[in-house]
Every structure is written in structure tokens, then in C-alpha cells.
């Protein structure tokens, strides 16, 4: 099999014997193991000669039984959705038509989905119509383009074009934030130059008094909409009144806390978001498009399109801002799913998710051997094994134990995390195929495995 213009025709046979495997796949996922196996499946030395398509994917669908079935309803780690059937459908196709979105010019196809994209997206969160927005691969790159756009307005403070002159002569960017920063925030940070440790974390009052002592200096405030470990929230109407009063970028990091604004139940906690000047969140979370896919938006179009100024003499000057060249055209899934569900569809979902949350909540407070170790503010829900008579330690070591047991058993997959110190489960329902039955799978599994361990243990 020299040469794939040799076989063109095994396209079709290829897509036909895909389909067959997502059928499968699909009917299979609702009730099958997150990890169904382990080991390793792929080696060995690079072909001399191929054996074609079809033995190509026999043998990719063959190895994927040490996938984690992530996109299905009992993946409740890392806040991870899964894959709405209008954005499958046309994820499939973005890889059919292989379209570069970079540019009107390389595909006015991609780009005129990505522009309506971002449009709906803005009416989706309610934030105002004349912001500027791009799709990017993820939550870091969001904040990458946010965080850019900040440096940018920064050094025009202070007379620099930063983007075509650097740092050089410029002092310290001051950059502050809570205890509820995400690390994805703390790498874009590290991409533009600006340093993870740059961030001084305040809580309280503290953010008005370190700002009033700038003496009306620039600065950046990353606000959190989302802890990861609880779901909660920064007071960012306050800190947007700040950032107003104190001249500082106020950017909001959503990555799936955005999504609160899409219900009457939520909306108080990202209550001020529309006053911030850029704000981000994931798709492949709560919207449930296939990875990779996030947003970000900004408040001032005019400083979103410099730091990825793209020229060359053979280049289009018609680029799309962000800061990819080649670029996937992710625009159609997020399009698609959209069209297919509207805001009705999303704040139902958003709905039902937040009340299966409580539910969670509810059955981890009715158990004598769990124990919640915060408030339940959207989809998040914080908790460990708590056994009677076993001290901190003691609790840790069998919380950490648990968490490796749940992997292993394969039913449900749930991390930890440390939350006050204390090794906890912080599960996150936000994929669209959750029902009750798999949050009380959840609860059962991990008091099951916790009385099979203890029971060793004694």
C-alpha cells in the first residue's frame, strides 16, 4: 500500500466502517465501565509498508478499550461534558471539510460560522453584543488571549506597544487575584512573559487597599467564576466596581462558572461579569462540544487583534484575532449545537444539572460516613469518607486510597483534590447524558469501596 492516491477509494469504506464503530461505541457508553481496561495497546516500529485503511482503523478500534469513556455520563472528573449529537454530527464533519479558519480567505466557511459563533455565544451569557470574541483550543488559551489583551492595555498605560517593542523599560505588571485561581491562568501568565508568581492573592478587602496603593498605576485582576474544587465564586460586581474606580483590567475566568448566567437560579453569582473587559470559558465543559474548544471574549475589540497581528507578503490581511494560524474550524460544532438547542435547551440542562448537584449533595449529607466540606453553589459537589474514630491523617491516606480504589473499579471516575487541607472527591456534573441513576451510582460505589477497604484494614 505505497501511496494514498493507491486506495482513494477506501474513503468511503473508511467513514462506513467509522460509523459502524461509533454505533457500537454509542449504544455501549451510557452504561459501560469509564475504564473499561488498561495497558498498553500500540508499538512496535514504524511500518516499511501499510496495510491500508481499513487494517489501520480495525486496529485503532480494537486498542480503544483503554479509552476512558470521558464523553459519558459517569465522568464526573476534571469537569469535563461530553459531546451533544448536533455537535458529533458536526465535528465529523469539520474533519470532512478540513477547513484552515484563520482567515475569510483560507475559508469563508469556517470564519462566517466562527463570527455567528461567538455572536450567539455573547447573547448565550448576555454579555454585551459589541464585545469581540474567538474560539480557541481550551480554557488556557482563552485566558492566553484575555491575559494578552490585558498586557496590552497595561503597557498602553504606559506609553509601549508592548507587542512590538517588549517589556524592555517597563516595570513589574501588577497582577492580582483569589486563592481560587486556576493553574491554567497561572501558565498563560507564564506564555506572555508575565510570570506565575507575579500573582499576589488577596482575599477580603484586600484587593481595594492594594489597588489605592498603586496610586492609580495599571493592573490586571484575574476574578474567578468557578472554583474548581467547590464551584464557587468570586464577588466580581465588587471587584468590577474596583477595577473601575482604580483603573485596573478586570478579566474573568469562566470555565464553566459562566454558565451560571444562563439560569434565574445561578445568575447572582456571576452577577457583575458584563462590567468586566474580558471574560473566558470552556466548551468542551457545559456547552458539551468535543474537545478541543473555548471562548474568549473582550469588552475593547481594538486590543484583542494586536498581540496576534499575523504578517507576511504571502498572507491575507483579513485574519481572524487569536493565536492560531492553523486553524481547525471548531466553529461548526459550537454553530451546530447551538442552532440544534437554543438557550431553551442550555438552561434546561444547566437546570437539571445544578438540581442533580443538590441531589448529590443531599445523599453525601444523609450518609453517616460521607462528609461535605463546603456549600454546593452550582455543579460541583465537595466531599470525602468520613468514618468515625480515624484521625486527619488517617482520613487522608483512605480519601487517597479511594480515589486510586474508584480508577481500578472503573464504574465511575471521581478524583481528589486537597480542599482545606483535607484530601476530598470534588465531582462535577456538566456532562448531558447525567441522570440520578449515575449520581447515586457515584454515592454507592465509593461507600461501597470504602467498607471493602476498611474491611481489610481491620
Keep these: 500500500m505505497p501511496d494514498p492516491l493507491a486506495s482513494r477509494d477506501e474513503e468511503v469504506p473508511a ?9 457500537r461505541y454509542l449504544e455501549e457508553l451510557d452504561e459501560a465501565r469509564v475504564l473499561p481496561a488498561r495497558g498498553e495497546r500500540f508499538g512496535g516500529p514504524l511500518p516499511a509498508d501499510g496495510d491500508g485503511a481499513l487494517a489501520a482503523l480495525a486496529e485503532l478500534v480494537a486498542g480503544s478499550d483503554i479509552a476512558t469513556r470521558s464523553s459519558g455520563p459517569r465522568f464526573f472528573h476534571f469537569v ?49 453584543a459589541d464585545w469581540g470574541g474567538v474560539l480557541t483550543s481550551g480554557a488556557t488559551t482563552a485566558n492566553f488571549v484575555g491575559l494578552a489583551s490585558a498586557r496590552r492595555w497595561w503597557a498602553e498605560q504606559h506609553g509601549v506597544d508592548v507587542d512590538e517593542r517588549g517589556f524592555a523599560g517597563l516595570p513589574a505588571v501588577p497582577v492580582f487575584s483569589s486563592g481560587y485561581i486556576h493553574a491554567s491562568a497561572r501558565k498563560a501568565l507564564a506564555m506572555l512573559g508575565l510570570g506565575r508568581e507575579t500573582v499576589r492573592l488577596v ?103 494586536p498581540p496576534f497581528r499575523l504578517a507576511a507578503a504571502y498572507l491575507p490581511s483579513d485574519e481572524l484575532p487569536g493565536p492560531e494560524a492553523s486553524r481547525r474550524a471548531r466553529a461548526l460544532a459550537v454553530w451546530a449545537t447551538l442552532r440544534a438547542y437554543g438557550r431553551a435547551g442550555y438552561r434546561a440542562m444547566v437546570e437539571r444539572h445544578l438540581e442533580l448537584a443538590m441531589r448529590l449533595s443531599e445523599r453525601v449529607d444523609a450518609e453517616l460516613e460521607l462528609e461535605r466540606l463546603a456549600e454546593t453553589k452550582l455543579n460541583l459537589v465537595c466531599f470525602r469518607v468520613h468514618p468515625r474514630g480515624l484521625s486527619d491523617e488517617e482520613l487522608d491516606e483512605l480519601n487517597r486510597a479511594l480515589g ?30 447525567t441522570t440520578e441513576r449515575d449520581v447515586d451510582l457515584l454515592v454507592e460505589v465509593l461507600l461501597e469501596l470504602a467498607a471493602r477497604r476498611l474491611g481489610v484494614r481491620a
Design 404 to 433: 486510586r480504589d474508584v480508577l481500578e473499579d472503573g464504574r465511575v471516575f471521581v478524583g481528589t483534590t486537597v480542599h482545606n487541607g483535607k484530601v476530598a472527591f470534588r465531582p462535577a456534573i456538566v456532562n448531558w447524558r
Design 203 to 305: 482575599e477580603g478587602d484586600a484587593l481595594e487597599s492594594a489597588l489605592r496603593g498603586l496610586g492609580g498605576a495599571p493592573a490586571i485582576v484575574i476574578g474567578n467564576a468557578g472554583d474548581v474544587n467547590t464551584g464557587d465564586f468570586d464577588p466580581l460586581a465588587h471587584w468590577a466596581d474596583l477595577a473601575g474606580e482604580h483603573n485596573a483590567w478586570l478579566h474573568v475566568d469562566g470555565a464553566f462558572g459562566l454558565f451560571a448566567r444562563l439560569t434565574p437560579k445561578a445568575v447572582g453569582l456571576v452577577e457583575g461579569v458584563e462590567r468586566a473587559h474580558s471574560v473566558i470559558a470552556d466548551g468542551h465543559k457545559w456547552l458539551n462540544v468535543p474537545y478541543d474548544c473555548g471562548f474568549a471574549f473582550v469588552r475593547e475589540q481594538q486590543y484583542l487583534r
Design 80 to 128: 469535563i461534558g461530553g459531546t451533544t449529537p448536533a455537535a458529533l454530527g458536526a465535528d465529523w464533519l469539520t474533519a470532512l471539510f478540513d477547513q484552515n479558519s484563520f482567515s475569510p480567505t483560507s475559508s469563508p466557511f469556517g470564519t462566517q460560522l466562527e463570527e455567528v459563533a461567538v455572536r450567539w455565544l455573547l447573547e448565550l451569557f448576555e454579555l454585551p
Design 15 to 23: 467513514l462506513e466502517y467509522a460509523l459502524e464503530a461509533a454505533r
